[in-house]
């Protein structure tokens, strides 16, 4: 039969018989997700800083050290079997775990592991400050990072840190070990891999990269030698779907195993249905607004003080934002260590009027808040412009893309800003040095990184206490001083925390042993199985 | 002097050609970078610091003036280079070659129905003007043109995927499909086709339907009003009065007579409905999760990312000016004036 003929055959069968739709499971061994994936722009670990890739990659590469899904609180080590803290800790060894390997069957070697920093410092790309913080450049780190022999990889921080911080930020992302020689046999002009590894995988970890097409589909096979045994689905797959009503379809006709962007009304639609279960997973991302300091009346603390108190948290969160935010008012997420849980604040309008009264603003003024485009942005800045008319403050509300807000917003050309923030690794560090430490607050400093630069709010008691903390080696004294620096942000900063994130994540009840943690990369695909 | 005619004539179209391209890209360059979004943010991300932010900047040739910026981008593209797209770090002709085919299947499937369902609409419509097929037909054309095709969208799929289960759901086909089939050509159907995949085949097209059909709705209502109100033109002039008069039968009158005097205008609208699908369909794509050029441009413009937007861009140009060429040479076929 000609090609043609069986093209128009095949025709014919489908008019007579319907379409026909696909086929009514995903298969027992592959793990199917819907999820909106458009922020992937690379793979490689020493650029990842977004929410997806984060969590690709954690799957991909075992770092340093790790946070496993057997116990997310407790920091082991990942590729060191060990480690060892000396100088005053200024210095650390760690001893290489044995008789890994990576997917491409090169043996994981304390090379690799100094290798892999130093790639990250030489390439310099947005998540290098992670390490680079501790004092190492292009120039020293082959020096201050290094193999010592074999099994045993030695760094040396060339400033002033607490080694608990060190070592939690070698679970980031940037400390994921990555296979030398496989990377480095694909180097042009120097590039140490770079753009090869954009879209490619050389690590150890629990699954490797198949396929990455953008905007489309991610494919993961699983690695059989893992060291923590073979995962439970030989593949993983994260289809691109952007639209939350199509992934809630999908769940539904079982063509995915799980949706991971359903909205509040979409979580609500499919509760009532009992293939489907609905898991919460407390994130490490906040929702805050920040007054910009340097706005004549924002610059005033009891002006925010009022806001603050004019923030109506809890209907806000048992209305619209149902499930998927929880009242959360200092700059550490709940649930990590050194957090404040405190909420102190209620809707007090009648202490509100009071505050700007004393501000010398009891006739209300006029202010805009520039946030997001996407839910729930928008939603929380209508109410929040219901909540501050009630102190007779009038809010012009604009929202923009990303891209659009973020230059505004490192600039300093806003009044306040709704936004969120997510930690870049699981140390108090990582929140305090963004919320509470503007070492320089002049414009030309252009600490664009830093939130507290960015509202033009430096504070000398706040830096202080920042610096101490980051520098304390007793983890007591360490953790109630980041207690003592959020409990001081909460008053005096110009930042008003109102919620953190719950992920609300949709599946199939025959799927099991999904783990999203507090940060955006501690997410493990290897437990999943299917029953 | 024929030939010197034919070569002036050929010259002529080629340097309008190029001045249309150049205009175009020009024109998309300078848009592009008086809009608000950064392109380095979309690149390193809102927590980088100013260093690496200069870096990547500088990298972009940012610093540059505009047009300087253009240039490079012309002396790029005179070597075959559209650059690489921040936003799927691929070079954008391997985007495109991805991309556009899954839009080349849509717009092409919803043309076709248009054609197919649209015209014999508007000439029934015409024919039995102001009674009960008009009614309908004007019906049909208005929620064609005027409901939302995202909510639409959404409804079919309820309905025929949910509910019926007819079609495959979101997507170009099922993910335990993918990467089975070697790409060819790029739509998916006659890549299957060609190697025998049909199980493939078959999916891809219960993918495509529901699509397919919603755009097609749209271009069915269009064709439809236009159709329509071509043939009331036709229908009313003295011509056809005398041929009735002559006995001729209706369907000749009708198909032989009018609607041949009408097919100019016809191509014309074919064509332009046609290029105006192939630009992409952000929200049936979208819906559908339909991995097109016109999400890719879209979301290309939002981060500002030049290189994929430019390369988008003239594919669509090329599209527009490919169609009216292509219309062009319908019209000679199909009305023997121009071909004097």
């Given at each position: 039969?000609?090609?043609?003929?069986?093209?128009?055959?095949?025709?014919?069968?489908?008019?007579?018989?319907?379409?026909?739709?696909?086929?009514?499971?995903?298969?027992?061994?592959?793990?199917?997700?819907?999820?909106?994936?458009?922020?992937?722009?690379?793979?490689?670990?020493?650029?990842?800083?977004?929410?997806?890739?984060?969590?690709?990659?954690?799957?991909?590469?075992?770092?340093?050290?790790?946070?496993?899904?057997?116990?997310?609180?407790?920091?082991?080590?990942?590729?060191?079997?060990?480690?060892?803290?000396?100088?005053?800790?200024?210095?650390?060894?760690?001893?290489?775990?044995?008789?890994?390997?990576?997917?491409?069957?090169?043996?994981?070697?304390?090379?690799?592991?100094?290798?892999?920093?130093?790639?990250?410092?030489?390439?310099?790309?947005?998540?290098?400050?992670?390490?680079?913080?501790?004092?190492?450049?292009?120039?020293?780190?082959?020096?201050?990072?290094?193999?010592?022999?074999?099994?045993?990889?030695?760094?040396?921080?060339?400033?002033?840190?607490?080694?608990?911080?060190?070592?939690?930020?070698?679970?980031?992302?940037?400390?994921?070990?990555?296979?030398?020689?496989?990377?480095?046999?694909?180097?042009?002009?120097?590039?140490?891999?770079?753009?090869?590894?954009?879209?490619?995988?050389?690590?150890?970890?629990?699954?490797?990269?198949?396929?990455?097409?953008?905007?489309?589909?991610?494919?993961?096979?699983?690695?059989?030698?893992?060291?923590?045994?073979?995962?439970?689905?030989?593949?993983?797959?994260?289809?691109?779907?952007?639209?939350?009503?199509?992934?809630?379809?999908?769940?539904?006709?079982?063509?995915?195993?799980?949706?991971?962007?359903?909205?509040?009304?979409?979580?609500?639609?499919?509760?009532?249905?009992?293939?489907?279960?609905?898991?919460?997973?407390?994130?490490?991302?906040?929702?805050?607004?920040?007054?910009?300091?340097?706005?004549?009346?924002?610059?005033?603390?009891?002006?925010?003080?009022?806001?603050?108190?004019?923030?109506?948290?809890?209907?806000?969160?048992?209305?619209?934002?149902?499930?998927?935010?929880?009242?959360?008012?200092?700059?550490?997420?709940?649930?990590?260590?050194?957090?404040?849980?405190?909420?102190?604040?209620?809707?007090?309008?009648?202490?509100?009027?009071?505050?700007?009264?004393?501000?010398?603003?009891g006739d209300g003024f006029e202010l805009t808040i520039h946030t997001l485009t996407n839910s729930p942005f928008p939603e929380i800045a209508q109410a929040l412009q219901a909540n501050l008319a009630q102190g007779g403050i009038k809010v012009n509300i604009v929202t923009l893309e990303g891209k659009t807000l973020w230059p505004k917003y490192r600039a300093r050309e806003h009044d306040i800003i709704l936004a969120r923030w997510s930690?870049?690794?699981?140390?108090?560090?990582?929140?305090?040095?963004?919320?509470?430490?503007?070492?320089?607050?002049?414009?030309?400093?252009?600490?664009?990184?830093?939130?507290?630069?960015?509202?033009?709010?430096?504070?000398?008691?706040?830096?202080?206490?920042?610096?101490?903390?980051?520098?304390?080696?007793?983890?007591?004294?360490?953790?109630?001083?980041?207690?003592?620096?959020?409990?001081?942000?909460?008053?005096?900063?110009?930042?008003?925390?109102?919620?953190?994130?719950?992920?609300?994540?949709?599946?199939?009840?025959?799927?099991?042993?999904?783990?999203?943690?507090?940060?955006?990369?501690?997410?493990?695909?290897?437990?999943?199985?299917?029953? | 002097?024929?030939?010197?005619?034919?070569?002036?004539?050929?010259?002529?179209?080629?340097?309008?050609?190029?001045?249309?391209?150049?205009?175009?890209?020009?024109?998309?360059?300078?848009?592009?970078?008086?809009?608000?979004?950064?392109?380095?943010?979309?690149?390193?991300?809102?927590?980088?610091?100013?260093?690496?932010?200069?870096?990547?900047?500088?990298?972009?040739?940012?610093?540059?003036?505009?047009?300087?910026?253009?240039?490079?981008?012309?002396?790029?593209?005179?070597?075959?280079?559209?650059?690489?797209?921040?936003?799927?770090?691929?070079?954008?002709?391997?985007?495109?070659?991805?991309?556009?085919?899954?839009?080349?299947?849509?717009?092409?499937?919803?043309?076709?129905?248009?054609?197919?369902?649209?015209?014999?609409?508007?000439?029934?419509?015409?024919?039995?003007?102001?009674?009960?097929?008009?009614?309908?037909?004007?019906?049909?054309?208005?929620?064609?043109?005027?409901?939302?095709?995202?909510?639409?969208?959404?409804?079919?799929?309820?309905?025929?995927?949910?509910?019926?289960?007819?079609?495959?759901?979101?997507?170009?086909?099922?993910?335990?499909?993918?990467?089975?089939?070697?790409?060819?050509?790029?739509?998916?159907?006659?890549?299957?086709?060609?190697?025998?995949?049909?199980?493939?085949?078959?999916?891809?097209?219960?993918?495509?339907?529901?699509?397919?059909?919603?755009?097609?709705?749209?271009?069915?209502?269009?064709?439809?009003?236009?159709?329509?109100?071509?043939?009331?033109?036709?229908?009313?002039?003295?011509?056809?009065?005398?041929?009735?008069?002559?006995?001729?039968?209706?369907?000749?009158?009708?198909?032989?007579?009018?609607?041949?005097?009408?097919?100019?205008?016809?191509?014309?609208?074919?064509?332009?409905?046609?290029?105006?699908?192939?630009?992409?369909?952000?929200?049936?794509?979208?819906?559908?999760?339909?991995?097109?050029?016109?999400?890719?441009?879209?979301?290309?413009?939002?981060?500002?990312?030049?290189?994929?937007?430019?390369?988008?861009?003239?594919?669509?140009?090329?599209?527009?000016?490919?169609?009216?060429?292509?219309?062009?040479?319908?019209?000679?076929?199909?009305?023997?004036?121009?071909?004097?």
């Amino acid at each position: 039969m000609t090609r043609l003929k069986k093209l128009l055959l095949s025709l014919t069968v489908l008019a007579a018989f319907g379409m026909g739709s696909s086929q009514a499971a995903t298969p027992d061994n592959t793990f199917v997700m819907a999820k909106d994936i458009a922020d992937i722009i690379t793979m490689d670990p020493a650029e990842v800083f977004e929410l997806t890739t984060g969590e690709i990659i954690a799957n991909i590469y075992d770092r340093i050290m790790m946070f496993e899904p057997e116990d997310l609180q407790t920091l082991v080590g990942g590729v060191a079997e060990s480690w060892e803290v000396s100088n005053k800790g200024s210095t650390i060894t760690f001893k290489i775990r044995p008789g890994l390997k990576f997917h491409s069957g090169n043996p994981v070697r304390a090379e690799d592991v100094a290798w892999s920093l130093q790639r990250v410092v030489k390439l310099n790309k947005t998540p290098a400050f992670i390490i680079t913080q501790f004092g190492w450049t292009a120039e020293n780190v082959d020096e201050l990072v290094k193999a010592t022999d074999d099994s045993h990889v030695r760094i040396t921080i060339a400033e002033e840190f607490s080694p608990g911080l060190v070592l939690n930020a070698m679970s980031a992302g940037v400390a994921s070990v990555i296979d030398k020689e496989l990377v480095m046999s694909h180097e042009k002009d120097g590039d140490l891999g770079y753009d090869w590894l954009k879209s490619n995988s050389a690590g150890s970890g629990a699954f490797s990269l198949k396929t990455w097409k953008a905007n489309e589909i991610v494919t993961l096979d699983a690695n059989a030698n893992y060291r923590h045994g073979a995962p439970g689905m030989k593949r993983v797959i994260l289809r691109h779907v952007s639209e939350p009503s199509s992934q809630r379809l999908l769940l539904e006709k079982a063509d995915i195993d799980m949706a991971r962007n359903l909205t509040p009304d979409q979580v609500k639609g499919v509760m009532g249905n009992s293939d489907i279960s609905i898991d919460g997973h407390p994130k490490g991302t906040i929702v805050y607004m920040a007054a910009n300091a340097g706005h004549p009346i924002l610059g005033k603390t009891e002006v925010v003080q009022a806001i603050r108190n004019l923030v109506d948290y809890e209907s806000m969160a048992n209305s619209f934002l149902a499930g998927q935010f929880v009242v959360h008012q200092a700059f550490w997420p709940a649930g990590l260590w050194g957090a404040l849980e405190e909420t102190p604040y209620r809707q007090d309008v009648a202490k509100a009027k009071s505050l700007l009264q004393a501000a010398g603003h009891g006739d209300g003024f006029e202010l805009t808040i520039h946030t997001l485009t996407n839910s729930p942005f928008p939603e929380i800045a209508q109410a929040l412009q219901a909540n501050l008319a009630q102190g007779g403050i009038k809010v012009n509300i604009v929202t923009l893309e990303g891209k659009t807000l973020w230059p505004k917003y490192r600039a300093r050309e806003h009044d306040i800003i709704l936004a969120r923030w997510s930690p870049d690794y699981v140390d108090p560090h990582s929140n305090a040095d963004a919320f509470a430490h503007n070492p320089d607050n002049r414009l030309e400093a252009k600490l664009t990184g830093v939130l507290a630069w960015r509202n033009a709010w430096a504070d000398e008691s706040s830096n202080m206490l920042a610096v101490k903390a980051r520098n304390e080696l007793d983890l007591n004294k360490r953790r109630d001083q980041y207690l003592e620096l959020q409990a001081m942000l909460q008053k005096t900063g110009p930042f008003v925390i109102m919620f953190q994130q719950n992920e609300q994540v949709a599946r199939r009840k025959n799927l099991q042993g999904f783990v999203s943690g507090s940060n955006f990369d501690l997410v493990f695909y290897r437990n999943v199985t299917k029953q | 002097m024929a030939l010197q005619s034919k070569l002036t004539s050929i010259l002529g179209v080629l340097t309008s050609l190029l001045l249309t391209f150049i205009g175009l890209t020009a024109i998309t360059f300078v848009i592009g970078r008086m809009m608000p979004a950064d392109p380095v943010l979309a690149i390193v991300g809102d927590r980088a610091s100013q260093e690496v932010y200069d870096q990547v900047y500088l990298q972009l040739g940012l610093d540059k003036p505009v047009y300087i910026q253009y240039l490079r981008y012309l002396e790029q593209l005179v070597e075959g280079d559209l650059g690489t797209s921040i936003m799927t770090a691929q070079p954008v002709l391997d985007d495109i070659i991805r991309f556009f085919p899954a839009t080349l299947e849509l717009a092409t499937i919803a043309t076709l129905l248009g054609i197919f369902v649209g015209i014999p609409m508007g000439v029934l419509a015409a024919v039995h003007q102001g009674r009960w097929p008009d009614h309908i037909v004007r019906v049909i054309s208005l929620i064609g043109y005027s409901a939302p095709i995202f909510w639409l969208g959404m409804v079919a799929l309820l309905i025929f995927y949910a509910n019926l289960g007819w079609v495959a759901g979101p997507g170009r086909l099922d993910v335990y499909y993918d990467g089975i089939v070697e790409p060819t050509t790029g739509i998916l159907m006659i890549d299957a086709a060609m190697s025998g995949e049909w199980d493939i085949f078959h999916n891809a097209l219960s993918h495509l339907v529901l699509p397919a059909t919603i755009l097609g709705t749209f271009a069915l209502a269009y064709i439809a009003r236009m159709t329509r109100s071509f043939m009331l033109d036709q229908l009313n002039q003295e011509y056809i009065l005398t041929a009735r008069v002559k006995g001729m039968p209706e369907h000749k009158v009708i198909w032989g007579h009018a609607f041949r005097n009408v097919l100019v205008q016809l191509i014309t609208i074919i064509g332009l409905t046609y290029a105006s699908l192939l630009e992409g369909s952000v929200l049936t794509e979208t819906v559908f999760s339909w991995p097109g050029i016109g999400q890719y441009i879209t979301n290309s413009l939002f981060n500002n990312d030049m290189n994929a937007v430019l390369g988008g861009t003239i594919v669509v140009g090329a599209c527009f000016v490919g169609i009216n060429m292509l219309s062009d040479l319908l019209y000679r076929l199909v009305d023997p004036r121009i071909r004097k």
